[in-house]
């Protein structure tokens, strides 16, 4: 679906593609409704290219380029971040436009010859925090945002049209054109995305918030996902709270896998006897079958959470080992735990999950750990009673 000429405000356009034949954004994460890759156009005095798109993308988004110029050239082209999805057609828009200059951070100068050794002597505006760019009516100030999720990060505002340029925060999974099909909304897939590629990131974003603040914003036009005009206020304090790693919703989330199904027998019975005892909102995943990283994004939803896991050759079996080392790398903390191991002969998963949550951050395991000798008998379900008793408090 083309994109050209989509209007924000008097002078500022959306000219982004939408990828829906893409299967995993950055080879690892599903996209079943496909992903957009953003950029804008500011027309006035000078005329400003904010981001370019990926390679895949870039005869598309050269077009809609040229449609929305109507025959004007740019005069600068504005990076806010580096990173391949964003600077794909760098190359290509610079030989078309011999005379436009690249307006970025330092680090991203060397990133960019590092991706593309691409090297636009005398063509590279450098600017720093707190400096600005005029257009004529419009002027660009810059802020930068290293480490969200990469070092040359900078997002730009517009003070006459109160436009926040806020490159990946505030993205979302999911191409433009498909919009109507996600049935769950912004939320859902911009929290997947959130945490699975900004997630460890909490201080910076937070970093960024405070810088944030001292602007009036109106609009903010993400390098993924839709351009955000209601209630701005609600994306401002979800991501705050995301963040800062504090749960979004009271629940529990129970997260397992399982070798012959007695383990699967054990989470979901569990899951049923919270429902019988209270109106706790409970979610339950299957790593194995189900998305991981929505599993993640499971994790950091709710405030509390219960592994589920068969011993696998002394040790974890492995799908729940990279699922906690996910969570890990994504800076999990400030949750309760409950732990339900299962064992033929030498139960050791509850062992090792409690060694991989004790490497996080303010982790309450909760006890006891619930342990299943093979399969499931009455004496296991008094068990998951009791921890159900303990997770509802």
């Not at 498909?178 to 912004?186: L, S």
């Not at 995301?242 to 529990?252: A, C, Q």
Request: charged residues 25%; hydrophobic residues 40%; negative net charge.
């Amino acid at each position: 679906m083309s994109m050209v000429n989509n209007f924000i405000s008097e002078g500022v356009y959306y000219i982004g593609v939408d990828d829906v034949d893409i299967k995993l954004f950055e080879g690892q994460y599903e996209v079943p409704l496909g992903m957009s890759y953003n950029s804008y156009a500011i027309l006035d005095d000078k005329i400003a290219v904010l981001d370019t798109v990926d390679a895949r993308k870039s005869d598309e988004w050269m077009k809609n380029l040229d449609d929305c110029l109507g025959g004007r050239k740019p005069d600068y082209l504005v990076i806010h971040h580096v990173e391949p999805d964003h600077s794909g057609t760098v190359r290509a828009f610079m030989e078309k436009y011999a005379d436009c200059t690249i307006v970025c951070s330092q680090k991203a100068v060397g990133m960019l010859e590092n991706l593309y050794e691409l090297r636009f002597d005398g063509r590279v505006q450098i600017v720093k925090e707190g400096d600005t760019l005029s257009l004529g009516s419009h002027e660009l100030s810059f802020v930068m945002a290293p480490m969200i999720h990469w070092p040359e990060v900078m997002v730009s505002y517009d003070k006459k049209d109160k436009i926040l340029f806020s490159a990946d925060a505030f993205g979302k999974f999911g191409a433009l054109s498909r919009e109507d099909e996600d049935d769950e909304g912004w939320a859902c897939e911009a929290r997947r995305y959130y945490f699975n590629i900004c997630g460890k990131y909490g201080a910076m974003v937070q970093n960024l918030l405070k810088k944030a603040s001292a602007f009036d914003i109106s609009v903010i036009c993400p390098l993924h996902g839709p351009v955000l005009t209601d209630n701005i206020s609600y994306y401002l304090g979800i991501y705050n709270t995301w963040s800062k790693y504090e749960p979004e919703d009271k629940g529990i989330f129970i997260a397992y896998c399982s070798l012959h199904g007695n383990t699967a027998t054990a989470a979901n019975k569990l899951a049923e006897i919270i429902r019988e005892m209270s109106d706790v909102k409970v979610s339950v995943a299957d790593i194995v079958d189900d998305d991981i990283h929505e599993a993640v994004e499971d994790a950091f939803r709710y405030d509390r959470m219960v592994l589920a896991a068969p011993t696998y050759d002394g040790d974890l079996m492995p799908v729940m080992a990279d699922f906690l080392n996910l969570l890990k790398v994504k800076a999990y903390q400030n949750r309760k735990v409950a732990l339900i191991e299962n064992g033929s002969w030498a139960p050791m998963a509850g062992k090792k999950m409690r060694e991989s949550l004790g490497s996080m951050k303010n982790i309450t395991v909760v006890e006891p750990v619930v342990t299943i000798m093979s399969s499931v008998k009455d004496s296991t379900i008094q068990d998951l009673r009791k921890l159900a008793e303990t997770l509802i408090g």
